[in-house]
Every structure is written in C-alpha cells, then in structure tokens.
C-alpha cells in the first residue's frame, strides 16, 4: 500500500488555493495542477508498505501527535522547485507555523527510525505542491506572476493517508488520524 503521513487543508483555505491555481494556469502551460481536494502537506512519504507496517506507523502518529499542541500555519508566496529557472514543481509556502512543522517531521522521522525506516536524504522543506510541470517540457514563468496572497489556518491533527495512482490522477484515502493532545504551548 502506497502510504503517506500529511496535514490535511481546511475545505476554505483548498477552495482559496483552487481559485489561485485556476488564475495562474493560463500563463503556465504544461503544468499538472493538483486538484483542490488532492491539496495537503506531505509530512513524510514512506512508500509501498506491507499492512503489517501501518500498524507501527499508526503508532508512530498517535504517539508524535499525542506531543503537540494545535497551531496556526500560514501559507503565502509562490515558488519553484528545483528553482525558477527550471521549474518541476509549482508550490505555495509556509510563513507562520514552519518551525512547528520541523519539529513534527523531525519527531517523525525519530519515531519512524525506530522501526527500522531510513531517514531522509534531503531536507524538509515545508511546501504545498500546487504543479507539477509535466515530463519532458519546459516551463518559463512568468515575470508578472502574482503571489498567492497568505492564509492561515489551524493545524490539528495528522492523518496516514493511502494513495493509487491512476491514469487520471491520484486518489487518496485516510487510513487514520491522530488528534494533536498537548495542552501546553510547544
């Protein structure tokens, strides 16, 4: 099973990233844009899995979730992976609530340790993939291309999530989710 661990968006703030995606594509030809209700942060991609391994990751969840307390995460900007120059990826970034977020991948990627998965090679970079230039074109960016203008939502708990890859895109499933539970301040 193609497995995940990601930050849900509320339904307002992936309308409100809709909207933006739907006022850039004309000047993006080329791109894959992610369908509103495919929007979320990636936390940590782990892969196909065994149904044997949800369990512990389950547990890996529950037990980082159980450490945090909700928080306020603020999106705004746009940027390019690997850079503006050669775009692969099109992505709204965090402003408020980034370090947070560090912190609960880097809790993550402690946890996950313990049942033998490797960490990753690259750094986290916080993001929400909004395109993805598709294979073998080559994008320009425009010069007047607006920003998306900051939003900010509460982040509250994390979800394992399934995804099956189809000819028409993605489809992603909640296997489970982990309420954040720590009363006191991070």
Same mark, same amino acid.
């Given at each position: 099973?193609?497995?995940?661990?990601? &930050?849900?968006?509320?339904?307002?703030?992936?309308?409100? &990233?809709?909207?933006?995606?739907?006022?850039?594509? $004309?000047?993006?030809?080329? #791109?894959?844009? &992610?369908?509103?209700? /495919?929007?979320?942060?990636?936390?940590?991609?782990?892969?196909?899995?065994? *149904?044997?391994?949800? @369990?512990?990751?389950?547990?890996? #969840?529950?037990?980082?979730? /159980?450490?945090?307390?909700?928080?306020?995460?603020? =999106?705004?900007?746009?940027?390019?992976?690997?850079?503006?120059?050669?775009?692969?990826? &099109?992505?709204?970034? #965090?402003?408020?609530?980034?370090?947070?977020?560090? $912190?609960?991948?880097?809790?993550?990627? @402690?946890?996950?340790?313990?049942?033998?998965? $490797?960490?990753?090679?690259?750094?986290?970079?916080?993001?929400?993939?909004?395109? @993805? +230039?598709?294979?073998?074109?080559?994008?320009? +960016?425009?010069? *007047?291309?607006?920003?998306?203008?900051? +939003?900010?939502?509460?982040? %509250? @708990? =994390?979800? +394992?999530?399934? %995804?099956?890859?189809?000819?028409?895109?993605?489809?992603?499933?909640?296997?489970?989710?982990?309420?954040?539970? /720590?009363?006191?301040?991070?």
């Amino acid at each position: 099973m193609r497995t995940f661990i990601a &930050v849900e968006i509320p339904k307002e703030i992936r309308q409100a &990233v809709g909207e933006y995606i739907n006022s850039i594509k $004309d000047c993006m030809k080329d #791109v894959k844009w &992610v369908e509103p209700q /495919n929007l979320h942060f990636t936390i940590k991609f782990l892969g196909e899995l065994k *149904n044997s391994d949800i @369990r512990n990751i389950k547990e890996c #969840v529950e037990n980082v979730a /159980n450490e945090f307390s909700p928080f306020a995460l603020g =999106l705004s900007d746009t940027g390019f992976f690997p850079s503006e120059y050669k775009p692969k990826v &099109v992505w709204i970034g #965090v402003d408020s609530g980034k370090d947070t977020l560090l $912190d609960l991948y880097q809790d993550m990627e @402690r946890c996950f340790e313990q049942y033998g998965f $490797d960490r990753e090679a690259k750094t986290f970079s916080p993001h929400l993939t909004i395109g @993805r +230039v598709k294979k073998f074109m080559k994008v320009t +960016v425009p010069d *007047n291309l607006p920003d998306f203008e900051s +939003v900010m939502f509460t982040v %509250s @708990r =994390l979800a +394992v999530m399934k %995804s099956t890859l189809t000819p028409e895109g993605p489809i992603y499933e909640k296997i489970s989710e982990s309420e954040f539970k /720590n009363s006191q301040a991070i």
